[in-house]
C-alpha cells in the first residue's frame, strides 16, 4: 500500500503564510506529476497545482501569483508554499501522485494515489 503524509497544515489568519510538505514513497514519485488539491466543506476536491519532475508547474487561477509548488526529487518531497492566504483558501489539502510524467497529460488525469490530507484553516 502506497503512503504518502502531509504535513504542515493549521490554523493562520488572514494574510499568514504556511507551507505544506508530502513525503512519498521513491517508486512513484521520481519520475511522475505530483499535484496538490484541496477540499473545503460542502465543495468538490479541486486541482491546486501541479509539477513535474523537471520542475514545471502549473497552477489553479485561484491560487496563481500567491501559491508556490517545489519538489525536492533527492527527499521524494513535495511541498507547497501559501503566502497572503485568505478565508477561501480554507480546506483540506491533499498530496497526489500521478502515474505519468507529462504536465499536460496530468489535467485530464486522474491521480493515482492521494495523501490522507492535512487542514488548512485561515481565519478573517
Known amino acids: 500500500q502506497v503512503q504518502m503524509v502531509e504535513s504542515g497544515g493549521g490554523l493562520v489568519q488572514a494574510g499568514g503564510s504556511l507551507r505544506l510538505s508530502c513525503a512519498a514513497p521513491?517508486?512513484?514519485?521520481?519520475?511522475?506529476?505530483m499535484g496538490w488539491y484541496r477540499q473545503a466543506p460542502g465543495k468538490e476536491r479541486e486541482l491546486v497545482a501541479h509539477i513535474n519532475s523537471g520542475g514545471n508547474t502549473y497552477y489553479a487561477d485561484s491560487v496563481k501569483g500567491r501559491f508556490t509548488i517545489s519538489r525536492d526529487n533527492a527527499k521524494n518531497t513535495l511541498y507547497l508554499r501559501m503566502n497572503s492566504l485568505k478565508p477561501e483558501d480554507t480546506a483540506m489539502y491533499y498530496c497526489?501522485?500521478?502515474?505519468?510524467?507529462?504536465?499536460?497529460?496530468?489535467?485530464?488525469?486522474?491521480?493515482?494515489?492521494w495523501g490522507q490530507g492535512t487542514q488548512v484553516t485561515v481565519s478573517s
Open positions: 497526489a501522485a500521478f502515474d505519468i510524467g507529462r504536465l499536460l497529460a496530468a489535467l485530464t488525469t486522474r491521480p493515482r494515489y
Open positions: 521513491g517508486s512513484i514519485f521520481s519520475n511522475n506529476v
